[in-house]
């Protein structure tokens, strides 16, 4: 079956430290992969999306990056955080337009 | 673009009680319509969705919703909530565009509070 992790669960950076934040799908080929975020008070915003290795999508201009270096993986990065930047970061993975799965996501506090 | 609107942010309401959550999207073509749900500490989980056919689905845990195309809306109920139903209940949108791997359009989210 198919699965997906990501983690850390929870991370406390200082602003402007850099940013990591790992996505992985098991048990498929070639997924739609997604970063979304959650901002207190605003719900969830696609940031990212890919439909294969190398392919970035971006619908929101930011202080983020996003890189797909495998099949797989899907990394969610900045160089310089922000305060702003705070936010519950979700993962999803998606074979066609009818189902999406979401990973447990990632709380990010900046200090 | 699409774009979709929760029309309440907090809702209280006691066991027992009906729930009604509106959900109205803005799209002019085909759209796939989904809601989820978030319990306290949990992953989002997909409550019910809409593809075409019927439009009136039935989701997990007794939930239901209507796509009435002509309002362009997809309003969750649920005839009698439990307190185990306490979580935050989210309406997504996909709409058929371009290659078609777009990702979800998701409202701000309705916060529902279930008094015992």
């Known amino acids: 079956s198919q699965t997906i992790h990501q983690w850390p669960a929870t991370l406390v950076q200082p602003v402007g430290s850099p940013l990591s934040l790992e996505c992985t799908v098991e048990?498929?080929?070639?997924?739609?992969l997604y970063w979304y975020r959650q901002a207190a008070g605003r719900g969830l915003q696609l940031l990212f999306y890919?439909?294969?290795?190398?392919?970035i999508s971006s619908e929101v201009p930011q202080n983020l990056s996003a890189s797909r270096p495998q099949d797989r993986q899907f990394i969610l990065s900045s160089k310089k955080l922000l305060l702003s930047d705070s936010g519950f970061y979700l993962c999803?993975?998606?074979?066609?337009?009818?189902?999406?799965?979401f990973g447990s996501g990632t709380r990010l506090t900046v200090v | 673009a699409q774009s979709v609107s929760q029309h309440n942010h907090h809702v209280i309401l006691s066991e027992a009680a009906s729930l009604e959550l509106g959900c109205n999207y803005s799209?002019?073509?085909?759209?796939?319509l989904f809601w989820y749900v978030q319990y306290p500490g949990q992953h989002l989980q997909l409550l019910l969705k809409?593809?075409?056919?019927?439009?009136l689905v039935k989701g997990i845990k007794g939930f239901e919703a209507e796509f009435i195309k002509s309002k362009f809306s997809f309003n969750l109920r649920k005839p009698s909530v439990q307190w185990s139903d306490t979580a935050e209940y989210f309406c997504?949108?996909?709409?058929?565009?371009?290659?078609?791997?777009?990702?979800?359009?998701f409202g701000k989210g309705t916060h529902l509070i279930i008094q015992p």
């Open positions: 999803a993975w998606s074979a066609d337009l009818y189902g999406y799965t």
């Open positions: 048990g498929t080929s070639n997924p739609n």
């Open positions: 890919s439909v294969g290795i190398g392919q």
């Open positions: 799209y002019g073509g085909t759209v796939n």
């Open positions: 809409y593809f075409s056919g019927d439009p």
């Open positions: 997504a949108v996909n709409a058929y565009s371009g290659g078609g791997a777009d990702g979800l359009t």
